[in-house]
């Protein structure tokens, strides 16, 4: 579904060296690794928004690096994103940031965009949150808005960058959780980048991980827990030992 190969890319230094990644169908991806190992720019490379400077980016079989503007603007509708802060606009309220990326990508009548603004604040478990403004919110109702956001598009492929970032253990499992259901629900492709392990782990089907800009490990959740690589298994269990 989503491969990258022999991705580079530089800027005052090397940032991503020679990554090979390939994401399936209907899986529900994890992407970890240390801070500024390359994560987020993988997640800009899928979308379009940042070229390598070699490699190969191809996404449903479409070379995406070969993409005109017109051809890109039609492959985004296909993707939802969820930035790591967020996005919310302050002067909108929940409604109108919602229902951003439908009215910026596609020509709806505005009671089509309402109902589906509607559905998916139910889904997110915010009915009635239409009116209220991101200011008005906490960190997780924030988080929920944004899920909203990134799926309102009905979007084969939803990328997630940091999803639970500032939230406590137990907001933040259930916005993992919010996340699973809504992959199964949709059967869509999901990369997600996160820093919570523990609760990352619980949710995902396959695993990679990148250190110093490079692929070290991609396997199924349960060959990265049982790693053999110590680098793996350190940062995985946050233990210097391997495993048993």
Avoid at 66 to 89: C, P
Avoid at 118 to 139: H, T
Avoid at 205 to 217: Q, S, T
């Amino acid at each position: 579904m989503i491969r990258l190969e022999g991705v580079c890319k530089s800027f005052d230094r090397a940032v991503l060296s020679e990554v090979d990644l390939d994401v399936p169908e209907s899986c529900l991806f994890g992407l970890i690794g240390p801070g500024a190992s390359g994560k987020s720019l993988l997640l800009r490379m899928i979308t379009g928004l940042m070229r390598p400077d070699s490699g190969k980016v191809t996404v449903g079989g479409s070379d995406v690096l070969a993409m005109g503007d017109m051809q890109l603007h039609e492959y985004r509708k296909g993707i939802g994103m969820l930035f790591q802060n967020n996005a919310l606009f302050d002067f909108m309220t929940v409604a109108e940031n919602i229902a951003f990326p439908l009215r910026r990508l596609f020509d709806l009548p505005e009671a089509e965009i309402a109902e589906r603004v509607a559905e998916r604040l139910l889904r997110v478990d915010l009915p009635g949150f239409e009116g209220r403004v991101p200011a008005g919110l906490s960190g997780g109702q924030k988080k929920r808005v944004g899920v909203a956001r990134a799926t309102v598009t009905r979007a084969p492929i939803v990328l997630y960058d940091e999803p639970a970032a500032g939230l406590d253990p137990v907001t933040s499992q259930k916005i993992f959780d919010l996340l699973r259901a809504e992959q199964r629900a949709a059967n869509s492709t999901v990369v997600m980048v996160s820093s919570d392990l523990d609760r990352l782990l619980t949710v995902t089907d396959r695993v990679a991980m990148m250190l110093d800009g490079r692929l070290i490990f991609e396997g199924t959740t349960e060959q990265a827990k049982n790693a053999t690589d110590p680098r793996v298994y350190q940062f995985v269990h946050g233990k210097l030992d391997g495993p048993l």
